[in-house]
């Protein structure tokens, strides 16, 4: 480690616990982020829901009971703002790292320098978020096409930081490719898990989805309404899936399908699948066509129908290159090293 040891606090959405295997890609890198601080002798302080797993301190704010809404993020956004004044108030603090989509409810007052990366799709961010009157408040995106998206480009928007994956770690399985899809991540509509069903179906082909529902209102009814009624005996949802047997499933599978409506930002999965040297076939939202290389990593397609034929096709692309891909474009070891420099750079 160069230079003195740093003083990072990382501050969690309130409503998603974190962890190595957090199914949002916002937990992930959060996660990723506080485990490499400590391995590199630096210190990690992370405000997060209970239950969280944490490799530096945990600051906890109480999980909330039932339903998901506005009244349980009201109170935990009370939480965090008490949880980060309680850490600043006790403890020397080099940086603050935001990393929700509310971050602009809990900005703390003018001191130490803050980093708010923005993981989702800037028309989701209200405007005062993406124009913070704090002083010595950063922002920054994660891809080229979300950076583009941004409504404005002042003197607080930093360049795109580019998300990675433990590579080397998932190229480790390999296992036999079979006749199944895979799709994982949350079960939201955006997700669009039933675009998948639909596809695998049309195809012939078995899929298996892996993520959670969470007890958000039209996250649970979306699972009931158009998930459940699709699944049968070759199209299965197995629930979350923690990283060993995420990595044998995205190694097996003949492909992995990303649906999503959503102006996606990035894709985790997308690359993990590459680091394990699976096809991916996603609709072209966002940041995929930066992730994935039409007819090269992947198929980007239009919709369930052109989905089904590029399952059919994804034999005639080389696991090999795919994972050459992978190592050159989607280090973890790079992401972390780009946050440390950044951290040095707008710490005092």
């Known amino acids: 480690m ?61 999980r909330p009971a039932g339903a ?27 940086l603050v790292h935001l990393h929700g989509l509310d971050f602009h409810a809990y900005l703390p007052p003018p001191g130490p320098p803050v980093l708010a990366t923005l993981h989702l799709p800037p028309a989701w961010y209200p405007k005062e978020a993406l124009q913070p009157r704090r002083p010595r408040t950063w922002l920054h995106t994660v891809s080229a096409s979300q950076d583009a998206a941004m409504p404005c480009h002042g003197g607080s928007i930093l360049p795109p930081v580019p998300n990675g994956v433990p590579v080397a770690e998932l190229a480790r399985a390999r296992h036999a490719r079979r006749r199944f899809a895979l799709m994982l991540g949350r079960i939201c509509p955006e997700k669009g898990q039933h675009h998948a069903l639909d596809a695998a179906r049309r195809a012939g082909m078995a899929l298996l989805l892996g993520g959670e529902v969470f007890p958000y209102e039209a996250h649970e009814r979306y699972f009931t309404e ?27 599978a003949r492909c992995l399908l990303i649906p999503s409506t959503a102006p996606e930002t990035s894709s985790l999965v997308a690359m993990e699948a590459a680091a394990c040297g699976t096809p991916v076939i996603a609709f072209r939202s966002g940041a995929l066509p930066e992730v994935v290389e039409h007819g090269r990593t992947g198929f980007l397609v239009l919709d369930a129908a052109q989905m089904a034929e590029a399952m059919a096709a994804v034999a005639g692309l080389e696991p090999e290159l795919i994972r050459a891909v992978a190592r050159e474009r989607f280090s973890q070891e790079r992401m972390v090293a780009d946050y ?6 707008l710490a005092p």
């Open 2 to 62: 160069s230079g003195r040891a740093l003083t990072i606090l990382s501050v969690a959405y309130p409503l998603a616990p974190v962890g190595p295997d957090s199914v949002g890609g916002a937990e992930q890198v959060l996660s990723t982020m506080d485990r490499a601080l400590e391995a590199a002798g630096h210190r990690s302080i992370v405000v997060a829901q209970e239950g969280s797993s944490v490799a530096g301190r945990l600051r906890p704010v109480p």
């Open 68 to 94: 998901l809404g506005d009244d349980a993020l009201k109170r935990g956004e009370a939480e965090t703002v008490d949880a980060i004044a309680n850490v600043l108030r006790t403890e020397h603090v080099d």
């Open 226 to 252: 158009e998930v459940a009624p699709r699944l049968d005996a070759c199209r299965r949802f197995l629930g979350p899936l923690g990283f060993t047997r995420k990595r044998r499933l995205l190694s097996g």
């Open 340 to 345: 440390i420099a950044l951290y040095r750079r």
